[in-house]
């Protein structure tokens, strides 16, 4: 059994848990109006201008720092220890720095710049994990708006399988005109303050924090005492779009039918309710098909905004502190139901004394996730570990490795597909992507598989191609068809939507290729589930490595690392 130890919230509401609960229980929020470049408005929740001081770290960087420094306080653990894992949930980390990336005679980003390299996600969570002096690899989860329970499941799952004793699971976004930009001309968002599950509500506010939350064994807890225990993960696909969410929901319909849940336990759901007209609406219908459109539900963007990374961890932390004062938030900006399911939202607080809650969230990709948890006493937690399934496969798992140049890729693609002209409409990543996993299903065994892709740039090469965009004040034009592939998780979208897989999906960023790490989480996964997975980077400089394999069910890490190792060096 996995429990939480401890927490933290830093927002523009408060340092602490504590203060952040504060201020919703009293009806505070941080949401302004500013302007974009074109005059625009949009509404958010900033922090203060005097707090993005430069110094050795950046602001996301500090944000993270302090944050995880105060849960890691509270729980009284050693960060150095080789037995703790670092676990950052973002979807854009550093990403303003390309903002100071020098552009060349040609027109072109140099993507060289010290500051290229230090918005790549893995070197930002280095720099993090460092800083405790802690010896392992962190690794990054970047699976969209589900980042935050997408790493949380991913640290919890590996304290399960007994890779670490503790996981520090760090979510995190600061807003830069990149973000607001691509959000602009998606034409999402709200000029005023955001109505999630209102009829009269026309997009969402974006918000900047960082939230921390600290997993442990049921070892570590006290005599006596209550604490919160995970008792159900599920992440899902939907396979409709890369942008839009399925219009029967899907994916966070299977999520809730996975954790088979009895609504007479659950105090509230914990919605995404990015108070977007199709988000909003898909939600209300995958409650409703799993029996719980009569189980209390609220939103939390209209008091913090969209946090991106950061919203699954802050979100779940103060739904925790929520069940323990026994109320139920209200959902702020929402007066008049403007979904098609009747589902129990109100503006209003409400009392509970129920100890369990659903957390539900859904993202760009088709990605969703939900998490079950309690507030448990240590009479039902059992000390003996969940140690990792193993069978050991004596056939050979099947792999490839193309390193194929841009029009190599289309040459592929037409030889080998052909039927597919959406081929055509994706970036780099997406393609390489793509063309590695349809060489791949040819040869590997049909089944339903789950998507687990990392790399170590992410999605650079669009993050740079949009920061052109808005880089010039008088030639301002955000492209909607580059803001939305500059997520790294869309590629495994395209071959969930392409295979109609209603599986897992995930993205993960490391430092540097490490096939023993890759072989740690896709061997978790597979306990779940045969997968696709491997190492899928495009680079600035042009060239493209896709190093994947096909993993059967159950598969044993010691099979999956050579296979890798094989294929990856």
């Not at 059994?1 to 009293?26: C, F, R, W």
């Not at 209003?348 to 004394?353: H, S, V």
């Not at 109609?500 to 589930?529: C, K, S």
């Amino acid at each position: 059994m996995v429990i939480k130890l401890a927490d933290n919230i830093y927002s523009p509401l408060g340092v602490t848990t504590h203060q952040n609960y504060q201020a919703v229980i009293e009806g505070r929020c941080a949401l302004r109006q500013y302007s974009l470049p074109d005059g625009s408005p949009y509404t958010a929740s900033l922090f203060p201008e005097e707090q993005r001081g430069d110094g050795k770290y950046t602001f996301f960087e500090q944000l993270c720092i302090t944050s995880a420094s105060d849960a890691i306080a509270r729980a009284g653990i050693d960060p150095a220890s080789p037995r703790v894992r670092f676990f950052l949930s973002t979807t854009k980390g550093n990403v303003h720095l390309l903002a100071k990336c020098e552009e060349t005679s040609s027109g072109c980003f140099d993507s060289a710049a010290e500051n290229a390299e230090r918005a790549m996600l893995g070197t930002s969570a280095s720099i993090i994990s460092k800083y405790f002096g802690n010896p392992n690899t962190p690794v990054v989860v970047s699976n969209a708006c589900i980042s935050g329970l997408s790493a949380q499941i991913a640290a919890v799952r590996s304290i399960e399988a007994g890779l670490c004793d503790t996981a520090v699971v760090i979510g995190c976004d600061t807003l830069s005109e990149f973000i607001i930009s691509g959000f602009h001309c998606l034409h999402a968002l709200s000029p005023t303050q955001c109505r999630p599950f209102d009829r009269d509500r026309c997009g969402l506010n974006l918000g900047e924090a960082a939230a921390t939350i600290v997993y442990g064994n049921s070892a570590a807890m006290k005599p006596n005492s209550e604490t919160w225990t995970v008792q159900g993960c599920a992440m899902c696909n939907d396979a409709n779009h890369i942008s839009g969410p399925s219009r029967t929901g899907e994916g966070s319909y299977r999520c809730l039918q996975t954790l088979d849940i009895d609504p007479s336990d659950l105090a509230f759901i914990s919605v995404h309710g990015t108070s977007t007209l199709y988000n909003d609406e898909m939600e209300s219908i995958a409650i409703d098909r799993a029996g719980l459109a009569d189980v209390p539900l609220f939103s939390l963007k209209g008091i913090y905004g969209h946090t991106l990374g950061a919203a699954g961890v802050l979100e779940t932390v103060l739904a925790m502190q929520a069940v323990e004062h026994g109320v139920v938030f209200g959902t702020r900006g929402f007066e008049n139901i403007g979904v098609s399911r009747q589902v129990n939202v109100s503006a209003e607080l409400r009392a509970t004394d129920k100890r369990s809650f659903v957390k539900l969230l859904s993202g760009f990709g088709g990605c969703n996730a939900a998490m079950k948890f309690c507030y448990s006493d240590n009479l039902n937690i059992s000390d003996e570990p969940c140690e990792l399934e193993e069978q050991t496969y004596q056939h050979t798992i099947p792999s490839i490795r193309i390193t194929p140049t841009a029009d190599e890729l289309v040459e592929l693609y037409r030889k080998e597909v052909g039927d597919y002209p959406k081929f055509f409409k994706m970036d780099p990543l997406s393609r390489l992507g793509f063309i590695a996993s349809e060489l791949l299903l040819k040869k590997a065994p049909k089944a339903d598989y789950g998507v687990l892709l990392f790399n170590r740039s992410s999605s650079m090469v669009d993050d740079i191609a949009f920061q052109q965009t808005i880089h010039d004040r008088a030639n301002w034009f955000p492209s909607p068809a580059l803001f939305v592939y500059t997520l790294p998780n869309i590629v495994t979208g395209e071959i969930a939507i392409r295979n109609h897989f209603l599986t897992e999906t995930n993205f993960m960023v490391l430092d540097a290729p490490r096939a023993d790490i890759m072989a740690e989480q896709i061997a978790i996964a597979a306990q779940y589930g045969p997968q696709l997975s491997g190492w899928c980077e495009t680079a600035a400089d042009g060239t493209n490595t896709a190093a994947l394999i096909a993993v059967p069910q159950h598969s044993d890490k010691a099979t999956v690392k050579q296979t890798l190792s094989d294929i990856l060096f």
